[in-house]
């Protein structure tokens, strides 16, 4: 199998390759490596890759009405996305003039639902941010910060209310742990022991990343 894949050179020393959630391959190698390595390394990790990209074309087939416009996501349900003079967010539809509306409509209409949540699991974990804000990234669904802020994307009021409190612990967790390591990963399994089956279903909501 053929694939189509990006080049990332860095000043590091090994090889690793991603399979983002529309599919796009990332190869991140050394500066100095040849296409001839590059292609080796891909050949070795073939299944895998295909692994990922039959996951995604049937989570992708599966969205299709997501990623052509025609429905939406609110805490998991598809609802229609119409388009109209006004914008506005019902449990049953969301108007809007553009997509471009999109950001920021769900931040001024969830915002205040995200941050209830985050004092909600505040007090079940006893972690207290500094601050809370919604925003609008590509790449994550939350970050923390030295300084013990605490941002999440947008796009976390579009998935189910028990992903967004496991987004929401792990960015909390990262107030006592501010890297991942193994006594991060143990404080976040205190409050959620299955987090590592949560995350896996996570993944199925990432090529929202791709989306408005």
């Not at 190698?29 to 996951?55: G, M, V």
């Not at 914008?87 to 997509?99: A, M, P, Q, S």
């Not at 496991?166 to 022991?193: D, G, M």
């Not at 590592?196 to 909501?205: G, R």
């Amino acid at each position: 199998m053929e694939f189509d894949y990006e080049v990332v050179r860095t000043n590091r020393e090994t090889f690793s390759v991603g399979v983002a959630a529309n599919n796009v391959i990332r190869v991140r190698c050394p500066r100095t490596a040849t296409a001839f390595q590059i292609q080796k390394f891909l050949n070795y990790k073939q299944d895998w890759i295909e692994k990922h990209f039959k996951k995604n074309s049937e989570n992708l087939c599966k969205n299709a009405d997501i990623m052509e416009y025609e429905f939406i996501f609110i805490c998991g349900k598809k609802v229609p996305l119409k388009y109209s003079d006004k914008i506005k967010v019902t449990e049953d539809y969301v108007l809007v003039k553009r997509l471009s509306d999109i950001p920021g409509l769900f931040k001024a209409y969830f915002s205040d639902e995200i941050k209830a949540k985050v004092d909600r699991l505040s007090n079940f974990t006893g972690l207290k941010p500094v601050g809370v804000s919604v925003k609008s990234f590509r790449r994550r669904w939350g970050c923390c910060d030295i300084k013990g802020n605490i941002a999440f994307d947008f796009r976390l009021s579009m998935i189910p209310e028990h992903l967004q409190d496991y987004i929401i612990i792990h960015e909390l967790c990262h107030l006592k742990h501010f890297n991942h390591s193994a006594a991060f990963r143990e404080t976040v399994s205190a409050f959620l022991p299955n987090w590592k089956i949560l995350k896996k279903e996570l993944s199925n909501y990432d090529f929202l990343m791709t989306l408005y």
